[in-house]
């Protein structure tokens, strides 16, 4: 019989786009690019190690309790009263507070990796309360809208967080995203830190229907209700100006024929939803020449809605 020690796992878990404009903390969907990688090997030392992080310049820490892909391997060990010894590689391969679920993509792998090697006791639903813990070391805040996403794949809504409620929204086959990341820094706990406590009613309500007509949209296929819908008088107002060039990379998108465009998370990564993957990469093309031309270096993806989640790509035993 192979010892339970000898088994190790490879997962990549993909990056997520959140908020959509008006769902701010409750919608996010799933990237195919860009993503993390962790590898999980079990050993028999009854600790868990972040052995080596590349990818993030040196930036991220290594002590087990600070990083949030060992952070939730101890969580999950502890909720299924296992005392295992894993070492843990991250392998950062996006952007580092980009706004594109950095730390739940790194704590959606770790999640999948370790129940993986433990055979496993907990399922996918069981698995996001532990990822939004992941969040709250992160950023200071247990939100769902890019784990879910991550740790699910495709388009989901929380439609509430005591106890988290996920539902999956069907996307049109044709959709396509363009997302471009300036590089510019904008920590997640400080982007939060800056969003208003109180919005007045008139602004609620002009929310509520622009998140109602996005799901809509969304069911029905509408491309035209889901372009109208990406409004957001809250958060956009208040972010947008920590973002290099944002409206005229809106007005880039749009002319190109998009569907709609906004702030991907907390910035400074933006996107826009496009009816195919030409337009997708025309809007991304022009919006990096733009930032080029201002002296910003940038990163393009071009991806439709990933559907998968994370996926286990080496398993040895």
Not at 71 to 80: D, E, P, R, S, W
Not at 183 to 202: G, K
Request: proline share 6%; aromatic share 4%; hydrophobic share 40%.
């Amino acid at each position: 019989m192979k010892n339970l020690n000898s088994k190790s796992v490879k997962v990549f878990a993909p990056a997520s786009v959140s908020n959509l404009n008006c769902g701010f903390d409750v919608l996010g969907f799933a990237l195919d690019q860009p993503g993390d990688e962790v590898i999980l090997t079990l050993n028999d030392s009854k600790k868990v190690t972040l052995e080596k992080i590349t990818g993030d310049g040196g930036l991220l820490p290594l002590e087990t309790e600070k990083n949030t892909a060992s952070a939730v391997v101890q969580l999950f060990l502890k909720q299924i009263g296992a005392e295992q010894g894993v070492s843990i590689v991250l392998h950062k391969k996006m952007p580092l507070n980009s706004g594109l679920g950095s730390s739940a993509a790194s704590s959606v792998a770790a999640l999948t990796g370790i129940n993986e090697l433990m055979g496993r006791p907990l399922s996918r639903a069981e698995l996001l309360p532990l990822a939004m813990e992941g969040e709250r070391l992160a950023c200071g805040n247990a939100h769902a809208d890019n784990v879910a996403p991550s740790l699910f794949g495709g388009l989901v809504l929380i439609r509430g967080y005591n106890p988290p409620d996920v539902v999956q929204i069907p996307v049109p086959e044709n959709l396509w995203c363009a997302v471009i990341h300036p590089e510019v820094s904008i920590p997640t706990r400080e982007a939060r830190q800056i969003l208003p406590q109180m919005i007045p009613l008139r602004d609620a309500v002009v929310q509520w229907g622009n998140v109602g007509g996005l799901v809509a949209g969304f069911y029905s296929g509408d491309t035209g209700l889901i372009g109208r819908s990406m409004q957001d008088v809250i958060i956009e107002p208040v972010r947008k100006g920590r973002i290099p060039h944002f409206d005229a990379m809106r007005e880039i998108a749009m002319e190109n024929g998009a569907i709609g465009f906004g702030i991907s998370g907390s910035g400074p990564t933006v996107f826009a939803f496009c009816e195919n993957g030409n337009q997708a990469s025309k809007v991304c093309e022009d919006i990096s020449t733009l930032l080029g031309k201002n002296g910003l270096e940038n990163q393009i993806y071009v991806s439709k809605i990933n559907q998968q989640g994370p996926v286990i790509t080496t398993l040895s035993i």
